[in-house]
């Protein structure tokens, strides 16, 4: 049983660092898109396309020609007329005229469509990808409380337990918290005190 710890103490340890590692990715993913094969990343901040896209989800997306784009896409546009917001709504319908695309969208969770159509040069790309919820870490870490609790804090901590590291390195002894030999449990011919 005691050499069944060590192994199962490393299967936690790779699996703990599997599951930081794709945490991280994550992350960093809202950062560098490509990451998620995408060319662009955005934190959904309405609840316009729920239930499908939450508030605080992220969404990946990828830009694509116009021309492929189809009823029941999600795509990402801006407003337009110098407002650089972006919305993230579905195709409800694909019209052209002279040569140009234009789409009607509309918000899942909204009763009406868009009041306008999106024109071809608006648009932003096709959402490929969302995750939810990691949107709202993302924000609050963009501010300057969350730098602090999400950089300093777990910087300040590393470098307080290298310190104790330093200063007082294991020695490997029962006391600083390593295990003890396993003993073996004694067999049936040295046992004392038999009936026999």
Same mark, same amino acid.
């Given at each position: 049983?005691? $050499?069944?710890?060590?192994?199962?103490?490393?299967?936690?340890?790779?699996?703990?660092?599997?599951?930081?590692?794709?945490?991280?990715?994550?992350?960093?993913?809202? @950062?560098?898109? /490509?990451?998620?094969?995408?060319?662009?990343?955005?934190?959904? /901040?309405?609840?316009?396309?729920?239930?499908? *896209?939450?508030?605080? =989800?992220?969404?990946? @997306? $990828?830009?694509?020609?116009?021309?492929?784009?189809?009823?029941?896409?999600? *795509?990402?546009?801006?407003?337009?007329?110098?407002?650089? =917001?972006? *919305?993230?709504?579905?195709?409800?319908?694909? /019209?052209?005229?002279?040569?140009?695309?234009?789409?009607?969208?509309?918000?899942?969770?909204?009763?009406?469509?868009?009041?306008?159509?999106?024109?071809?040069?608006?648009?932003?790309?096709?959402?490929?990808?969302?995750?939810?919820?990691?949107?709202?870490?993302?924000?609050?870490?963009?501010?300057?409380?969350?730098?602090?609790?999400? @950089?300093?804090?777990?910087?300040?901590?590393?470098?307080?337990?290298? *310190?104790?590291?330093?200063?007082?390195?294991?020695?490997? $002894?029962?006391?600083?918290?390593?295990?003890?030999?396993?003993?073996?449990p004694p067999t049936d011919s040295e046992?004392?005190?038999?009936?026999?």
């Amino acid at each position: 049983m005691s $050499s069944e710890r060590p192994s199962l103490r490393r299967v936690g340890e790779v699996l703990g660092a599997l599951v930081l590692l794709a945490v991280v990715l994550l992350f960093v993913s809202t @950062v560098v898109p /490509q990451l998620a094969l995408a060319d662009h990343a955005y934190v959904v /901040q309405s609840d316009s396309m729920s239930p499908a *896209i939450g508030a605080g =989800s992220v969404v990946y @997306v $990828s830009s694509v020609d116009p021309g492929r784009i189809g009823t029941g896409d999600v *795509i990402t546009f801006t407003k337009g007329s110098g407002d650089d =917001s972006r *919305i993230t709504h579905r195709v409800v319908d694909v /019209q052209r005229e002279g040569g140009e695309v234009r789409f009607r969208t509309k918000g899942d969770a909204n009763e009406e469509v868009d009041p306008e159509l999106v024109p071809a040069s608006s648009l932003v790309g096709v959402v490929s990808l969302h995750v939810p919820l990691i949107g709202w870490v993302v924000s609050f870490a963009g501010t300057g409380l969350g730098m602090f609790l999400m @950089v300093a804090v777990p910087a300040g901590v590393l470098l307080v337990l290298e *310190i104790r590291d330093l200063l007082w390195p294991s020695g490997g $002894s029962a006391a600083d918290g390593a295990e003890p030999a396993a003993t073996d449990p004694p067999t049936d011919s040295e046992v004392t005190g038999s009936d026999e």
